[in-house]
């Protein structure tokens, strides 16, 4: 096998610096790549879109139906993860903690029910409890991140960022919350329903501005056809539409990010791990 | 303004997440929402594909912008064929599967359809599209949703099947990427007809040649020909019955489209043949795919794993007509598009009867199948008469085309490989028919299951006796199939 | 030699994206790890992303955000020169193409979770060795 990734690798590398013989050389601003599509974006975006952020406006306008799609694969990918992993049956091994004397009780028969109440708790297995430090640490950041998340999905048109980084931010910082408490506290608070239906609905936002858009009369996601449904100067509604869609793409991927850790590191059980 | 081509990808997306969003009120709805959503896409399709035939060309801008600059779907007479091609069966598969899909996966069922619509979704804007880019997007949601469902198949071997699909597929999606990067950096567009006007100035330059085997070499990655098959058998006999149902007739088949697509109206037949020296070597590949395709399934102990490698063959058929170099080449690796899918479609269909029936497929417990299940079996040995080409069925057409198209090129290797690829299928064929008309002596004696009919649900027997029409039908006027919509298409 | 290295030094990044984009395959080909072979399929889909931005590049641009371009009016009045900015199409293709890699990488790695709790390993060829253990058993 060895022998022959190295031969396959050797006929791929030749193949691809023989293509590169004739390509334009790193930079040249004459190459064709940089001056027949790129021109025209360079010079009529902001005049056409009123955004800025020509990366912004090439992703969520003019190749928005590609956008479209992307937001898609990660909802297929969270979808994937869900699929394959979630398993419903409990778990054969349970540890409850007394939380009053910190006593730990094995359970090895699935059947056995601990009387539900406030007194009991249920534990990981090699659960080590968290670091004063970090937890605190870790409560005070993460508001601030999510703030700063939301930040970036909403100044995507003017400096860098958008949905999708904004999306990741925000997921992070829920990733960060079962990091430093434990998995319960972070699937107790953000529920795989609203999991589930928040990454559904992002990219409902996404279509379905899309879809207005066509029910006003105009082609797919031509978002300057919303205008009379927006109260909002004509000539900016491009960049509006572009909002919208940026905040569906970090919706959708929030959900997605935190769906893809919680059944990756619980093998789906969403009880314990990491 | 029409905006049916939209409509046409955008019926089962939007069906897609409104499935997801319904699953959590009552899990029957979701089954109800895909169907709906592939009768409008279906429905959409047909539109489609006669607005093209009247009246030309489709195009349709993404948000309103012109086509280099924005994306563009672009329909002329061979997408809008494979577009009704794959939403029909999808359709019908949808109608045919519920209960396999009951049996197999019965908890998740609700999210196997999220996840079987956005598949049909990626092929159907794979087919529609009209920008390089778009396309590679688009391949990638199939390959996810498709890896996801194959691992949802037998539990012990199917995620492994799965997890080398993807390091497979992987390759061949990035090969495509790489390819699309080459083109972009000597063209400096990705709209398929803006790149095409401007590779004519730039034939010489080794960047697009580079960017031509790039290409070629991820959609055979993805299609399965011969030497990069190796995931395909295992992917599709672990995957569940009703997803295989419709990933075996329609995933490669697309595959095949984007290579002609990329053959007609990217490089340019001029390109391959004139400029290239390429067209013998790849016929001589083909001619081993459909060798190496048909001597493999002689092998095999199993229904599903001798289905796989049927189609390993036949993709040798379409890749080798497609590379004939003249029109008659071309007609039938077109023609055979469509009646393969039909064919296959009708083999899963067949197959996945008996699985729901016996929960076996392996050769040793097909015994008895004529008596208990006569319309399944008639319905199989139709489809398998139409793989063997038998003349009423399309198989035959077909195939005829390649024949003929062989021998105008002089490619009486590729002409021999078709049929002694027949002669083969017909003795696997008529094994299977043996095996299952006749009852075992040991082993069922207990139950005796040959006595008493127990066929399959209406639901899936209709589907079968409907495709099997559409087999015969797509023979009978194959003809017109070919005057109306390939022939108008390669001018 | 002589012109193969003002080649080599015109077009270098091309070049090293070759070289990353083949360490990648190797590991997706050669090693018998699943884990590996992941993290292999993963640099190779990099080196893709690294050969798509260095198309984007223009020597003498800057990041594709006009300037004072922001909010206002103003923006029209200023005259925007294309050489002033670098080209934001391969920019929007990589995002497209990056979130395609972590979603390819998800479900990846949802799968070796899936392979590791049914067989307990993720080397190939013991991997293969316990399939068709389980196959002659039945």
Known sequence: ?274 | MNNMPAILVLAPLLGAFFACLAAWIQKQLSYYIALAAMAVSCFAAVSVLTDVITSGTMQYRMAGWAPPMGIELRIDLLNAMVLVLISAIAFVNLVASVKNVEQEISDRAPSFYVMYLLFVVGLLGVTATGDLFNLYVLIEITSLTSYTLIALGDKDRAPLAALNYIFIGVIGASFYLLGVGYLYITTGSLNMADVAVILKGIQGSSAVLTAFILCILGVWIKMALFPLHVWLPNAYAFAPVGFARVVAPLMTKVMVYVMVRLMVTVFGLEYIFETLNLADAVVWLAVTAILAGAFTALFQKDLKKMLAYIIVCEIGYMVGGAWLGNSLGMTGAILHILNDGLMTFALFLAVGNIIYMRRQTAFSDLSGLFAAMPWTMAGFVLAGLSIIGVPPTCGFFSKWYLVLGAFEAGAYHFAAALIISSLVCAVLFFKVFEICFFEADSGAGDHNPAKVITEAPVSMLASLGLVSVAIIAAGIYAGTIVDTIILPFLQ | MSDILPLIVAKYNFWLYIILMMIGLYAMIAKNNLMKKLVGMNIFQTAIILFYVSIGYKHGATIPIIQGGHGGHSAHDAVIHAADYINPLPHVLMLTAIVVSVATFGVAMALCVRIYQRYQTLEEDELRMRVSERITHE
Request: proline share 5%.
């Open chain 1, 1 to 274: 096998m060895k022998f022959f990734g190295f031969v396959i690798v050797c006929l791929t590398g030749g193949l691809l610096l023989y293509g590169t013989m004739d390509l334009p050389d790193w930079g040249d601003p004459g190459s064709p790549a940089s001056t027949h599509l790129s021109d025209y974006y360079i010079e009529h975006i902001v005049e056409e879109t009123q955004v800025p952020n020509l990366v912004t406006a090439v992703l969520a306008d003019y190749r928005g139906y590609d956008t479209m799609f992307e937001t898609a694969v990660v909802f297929c990918a969270g979808l994937a993860c869900f699929l394959l992993l979630r398993d419903f049956r409990p778990k054969k091994d349970r540890y409850f903690r007394h939380v009053p004397t910190g006593v730990m009780l094995h359970f090895k028969n699935p059947q056995t029910r601990l009387i539900a109440g406030n007194e009991f708790e249920h534990m990981d297995k090699d659960w080590v409890p968290s670091d004063m430090i970090i937890k605190t640490v870790c409560r005070i950041l993460i508001p601030f991140i999510q703030i700063y998340a939301l930040y970036v999905v909403a100044h995507g048109d003017f400096s860098p960022g958008g949905g999708f980084q904004g999306g990741v931010i925000f997921g992070s910082s829920l990733i960060l919350m079962a990091i430093s408490y434990n998995l319960k506290t972070l699937v107790k608070r953000v529920t795989e329903k609203f999991l589930s239906v928040f990454a559904a609905l992002g990219v409902l936002i996404y279509v379905g501005l899309g879809v207005a858009a066509m029910l006003m009369g105009g082609h797919f996601l031509d978002y300057g056809m919303l205008a009379p449904l927006l109260p909002s100067d004509p000539g900016h509604i491009r960049a509006l539409g572009m909002l919208g869609v940026e905040i569906g793409v970090g919706i959708a991927v929030m959900a997605v990010m935190v769906i893809i850790y919680i059944n990756i590191v619980s093998e789906g059980r969403h009880d314990e791990g990491l």
